[in-house]
């Protein structure tokens, strides 16, 4: 990957970001009442943080079997409102035990 | 004057702990950045100019497969589209007589998080109070990038593929609370993760760039959503802002 890709990519996407998040505040003087509008920004995130994640956790770590292991015990966690970094560590750990030790 | 130091002063301590949890979430993307090619700097310089999990996690993405420019500004775009929600939001409850640089300076920082806290602030509220909390949370942001991306510099590879799936756990504990409490949410997580895991698997559909499948799937599913289940005006930011 050429460093000239990376901090074309990096400025692209920090302007898009800026504008999304300045425009409003300099020019909006309502707020936005569009229901259906609001509604598809309330479950964008869902969309797009569920996708990032399937199937790719399963890929993440060194093995298959490792990650599928990270991946159980993280979804229980979060299940139980754990919280982030409980989570993240819980998953972490497990998928290191399962590469050092099976 | 007097006015502005006490808001900036009560900003900066509300930000502590949001500067902490960035940290922790920064941290992964340090590492995922190290997996995907960056360097420890590059990512930070990518934390340091957008303050976005979802959108950095997504350009990463977009970055490891060597997509298009269009495709990343695209997919920004469309991830990031909630703060438009959130600064109209905050705009409104700002004294009409602010400065365009304090706007333009707050809204660095219109995240989840410090929008939160913002809105809950008395009316008029104060860009200083933004700036305040921005001051501590985004250099705990970009900090936690910078660390993860060397501790995956230096690390073992045994140890470094281990912490590549905390990003992805993150993102977990952030999508299945919601899903226990809201019946919708949790059908559409489980439909995004199973039409992403078919468009990699189905012969027709994978030679799809992760970029195209975020785009294609957010607004999609997040269209359907919301036409069949509108939310309620108190079911959302609306809350939080009145």
């Known amino acids: ?102 | 004057m007097k006015r502005n130091i006490e808001s900036f002063r009560k900003g900066f301590i509300d930000g502590i702990p949001i500067a902490l949890g960035y940290f922790a979430v920064s941290f992964t993307l340090g590492i995922r950045g190290g997996d995907v090619g960056l360097k420890w700097y590059q990512s930070a310089l990518m934390s340091a100019t957008n303050y976005t999990s979802a959108g950095q996690a997504a350009a990463l993405s977009i970055l490891e497969e060597g997509g298009s420019y269009i495709e990343l500004i695209i997919s920004t775009l469309i991830i990031n589209l909630r703060y438009l929600l959130m600064s109209a939001a905050l705009t409104i409850k700002l004294s009409p007589k602010e400065n365009t640089g304090m706007r333009m300076l707050m809204g660095i920082g219109v995240t989840d998080e410090i929008f939160g806290i913002s809105v809950a602030q008395k009316t008029p509220i104060s860009p200083v109070y933004n700036i305040g909390a921005m001051s501590v949370a985004c250099p705990g942001w970009v900090l936690g990038t910078a660390l993860g991306g060397i501790m995956g510099e230096i690390l073992p590879s045994v140890v470094t593929s281990s912490l590549s799936i905390a990003l992805y756990a993150m993102f977990l504990a952030i999508i299945i609370p919601p899903a226990r409490e809201n019946k919708v949410v949790a059908v559409l997580v489980f439909l995004s993760a199973l039409l992403s895991f078919l468009f990699t698997k189905l012969n027709f559909l994978s030679g799809i760039s992760t970029g195209m499948k975020v785009i294609i799937l957010t607004v999609t599913l997040s269209a359907l959503a919301a036409f069949f289940f509108p939310i309620e005006e108190d079911n959302n930011l609306e809350e939080e802002v009145e």
């Open chain 1, 1 to 102: 990957m050429s460093d000239n890709y990376i901090y074309i990519s990096i400025l692209l996407m920090a302007t898009v970001t800026y504008l999304i998040r300045v425009v409003p505040l300099l020019v909006l003087r309502k707020p936005i009442k569009n229901k259906f509008f609001r509604s598809f920004l309330y479950y964008a995130p869902y969309v797009t943080l569920a996708v990032l994640t399937f199937p790719s956790i399963l890929y993440s770590t060194g093995s298959f079997a490792s990650a599928l292991a990270g991946t159980v015990v993280a979804v229980i966690a979060s299940f139980f409102k754990l919280g982030l970094p409980i989570t993240a560590a819980a998953g972490c750990v497990t998928a290191l035990l399962f590469q050092l030790f099976l």
